[in-house]
């Protein structure tokens, strides 16, 4: 049964009457419904815990308006409730599509004409009162690695002396690496958070979801976040060229091994928490397929310093 609360929501902006479809549970806080009124108007009804974060999208929404770029217009909002009413951008989510079957090469190179123009366009002086994303964030996140994988893929918890060498040498890295200019990330940039709006006008054709937590940091994250997803593995050729796109227009010192490890280690820790959970149980089957990636990103010249340390803590994962 609906919350009164809502349904006074709703009456007060007039979509009390229409058919609501929900949507599938995300990984997020988050849920949503599309309302359609019988005139055949559609709108996203937004539910998140209201607070910082719910507010945060409201502001990152005008600042991606303001640069050119495709965030859902907001009807209303109670920000006491953590109620929204967002722009219907249609069914044509980029990363469903490509599960489809269609070419991601397509999203990709549009996807990488956001990060470019967000770059060039967006300062991060500007962004005042923004979270910033630096060194101690990212090592902080690793915590959940060390706290839940370990133990699901060792079968015992992590000796603390070699937890701290694992942080300290991750916080070397960082670092060293993390000296770049600022700007927007977005953070969960990806093609699963990108709808194709060919059919009406749209910056790069794109629209954009899921940036409440957006913050301040190095623009190669989000790149990072966009070409090594963990739900699906890009062709090797289509990363290079989406790499050699972005790092044409944006002249930076690459860090983004150091940082795709850093997502991908934080990735299996979410996912050995979750993983007793019958409700994720096909996501957390892919840590397998994430294990090997982050072999693969360990080849890397700027990561050489964690390869032995990784040799020697899981050796399970050299036996695969």
């Known amino acids: 049964m609906m919350q009164e609360s809502l ?3 709703l009456r007060a902006h007039r979509w009390d009457e229409a058919v609501t479809r929900s949507f599938p549970a995300d990984w997020s806080m988050r ?3 599309r309302l359609e009124k019988k005139s055949g108007s559609t709108c996203i009804l937004m539910l998140m815990p209201p607070g910082r974060e719910f507010v945060h999208f409201q502001r990152t929404a005008k600042v991606l308006q303001a640069c050119g770029l495709k965030a859902p217009d907001i009807y209303a909002a109670s920000d006491n409730d953590g109620y929204m009413l967002l722009e219907d951008y249609g069914e044509n989510n980029c990363g ?3 599960n489809e079957g269609q070419n991601a090469e397509k999203f990709l190179e549009h996807a990488i004409d956001v990060l470019i123009h967000i770059n060039q366009n967006v300062c991060a002086s500007s962004l005042v009162d923004y979270p ?4 101690d964030y990212f090592v902080e996140q690793l915590q959940e690695f060390g706290k839940h994988y370990v133990p699901h893929a060792t079968g015992k918890e992590w000796d603390q002396g070699e937890k701290n060498d694992f942080l300290t040498m ?3 890295l960082l670092s060293s690496l993390l000296q770049q200019p600022k700007t927007l990330m977005l953070r969960d940039f990806m093609l699963d958070n990108l709808m194709w709006l060919d059919d009406r006008p749209a910056a790069f054709h794109l ?3 899921d940036f409440e937590l957006a913050g301040v940091s190095v623009a190669e994250y989000d790149l990072v976040s966009l070409l090594e997803v963990s739900r699906r593995n890009y062709p090797d050729t289509l990363i290079k060229k989406a790499k050699e796109k972005f790092y044409n227009a944006v002249a930076l010192p690459s860090c983004f091994s150091v940082l795709s490890l850093q997502r991908h280690l934080r990735v299996l820790g979410v996912l050995a928490r979750l993983s007793s959970n019958p409700l994720y149980a096909a996501k957390a ?4 397929r994430i294990e090997t990636h ?3 990103i360990l080849l890397a010249e700027e990561c050489a310093p964690l390869r032995n340390f990784f040799k020697t803590s899981f050796p399970h994962w050299a036996e695969k």
């Not at 910033?132 to 060194?135: F, L, P, R």
């Not at 089957?285 to 397998?288: E, F, L, P, R």
């Open 7 to 9: 349904q006074a929501f």
């Open 31 to 33: 849920s949503y419904a």
């Open 96 to 98: 469903r599509m490509v």
């Open 132 to 135: 910033e994303y630096g060194v």
């Open 170 to 172: 991750m916080r070397a």
């Open 207 to 209: 629209g954009i979801l």
């Open 285 to 288: 089957a892919s840590m397998g």
């Open 294 to 296: 982050v072999r693969k």
